[in-house]
């Protein structure tokens, strides 16, 4: 090779890092994200089985379903893992991230409807998924890197793969704070600010009206408790 082809180009650099976070950063990042969500996720596992038996989930089952959940992935990482071989061969090592990214949206998409679906089932299920996910990155990035990458730069790129899977681990850590994502509530506008964009019909003063709720919410409560009818106030 030349001395051209020895230094990393934008191209290389750039492949290497969305392969990474694509792949990586997604392993690492499920690895640590179950843990923060944890009682959340429990008490939820608890209230469908309420719903729809009309009785309380045994402490033994709730361990159970929980400890499938938790372990579900590794197992799927296993299976990921008898996949690579076969996937490489046919696919090829780009092929094969592409294809993997089928066994990392599915699963979003899923543990995304369980609630809506009022189904823990299907987070099980997602889990296993997405340890396939896992399972298949583990093992061809590294060697998608170290085909892609020159001689002199081998070494430097095999360690981004173990990068991106710290940073994703740290990453999940960070956003399971309770005060960030690790809790029970959703970001969400509430009914009350539709309340107001309906009181105030025209454009700009609902945009005021909007303004005035996120600059401060007491300012709401306040105007609802004096001037909204009982009805708005059950929906708060």
């Given at each position: 090779r030349s001395a051209q082809d020895e230094i990393l180009t934008t191209v290389l650099a750039l492949s290497t890092l969305i392969s990474a976070f694509g792949s990586s950063f997604q392993y690492g990042y499920n690895v640590a994200v179950i843990n923060s969500p944890a009682p959340y996720m429990q008490e939820f596992y608890n209230t469908t089985h309420m719903e729809r038996y009309k009785t309380e989930m045994g402490q033994n089952l709730l361990t159970l379903l929980?400890?499938?959940?938790?372990?579900?992935?590794?197992?799927g990482g296993f299976f990921g893992s008898l996949m690579v071989a076969p996937l490489v061969n046919h696919l090829g090592r780009k092929g094969t991230l592409l294809f993997n990214n089928i066994f990392?949206?599915?699963?979003?998409?899923?543990?995304?409807?369980?609630?809506?679906?009022?189904?823990?089932?299907?987070?099980?299920?997602?889990?296993?998924?997405?340890?396939?996910?896992?399972?298949?990155?583990?093992?061809?990035?590294?060697?998608?890197?170290?085909?892609?990458?020159?001689?002199?730069?081998?070494?430097?790129?095999?360690?981004?793969?173990?990068?991106?899977?710290?940073?994703?681990?740290?990453?999940?850590?960070?956003?399971?704070?309770?005060?960030?994502?690790?809790?029970?509530?959703?970001?969400?506008?509430?009914?009350?600010?539709?309340?107001?964009?309906?009181?105030?019909?025209?454009?700009h003063h609902c945009l005021k009206a909007l303004t005035h709720v996120l600059n401060n919410t007491n300012v709401l409560l306040r105007h609802m408790q004096t001037t909204a009818p009982l009805s708005v106030l059950s929906c708060l």
């Open positions: 929980w400890s499938l959940s938790v372990s579900m992935y590794p197992l990392s949206i599915v699963p979003a998409v899923m543990m995304g409807a369980s609630e809506v679906a009022k189904s823990y089932e299907i987070i099980i299920v997602a889990r296993f998924i997405v340890g396939i996910c896992a399972g298949l990155s583990s093992n061809v990035v590294p060697m998608y890197f170290g085909e892609l990458s020159p001689k002199n730069l081998r070494g430097a790129l095999g360690i981004v793969p173990e990068l991106f899977i710290t940073i994703g681990i740290l990453s999940a850590q960070v956003l399971g704070i309770r005060n960030i994502l690790g809790n029970s509530e959703v970001p969400h506008l509430h009914t009350d600010t539709l309340y107001l964009c309906h009181t105030y019909s025209t454009s």
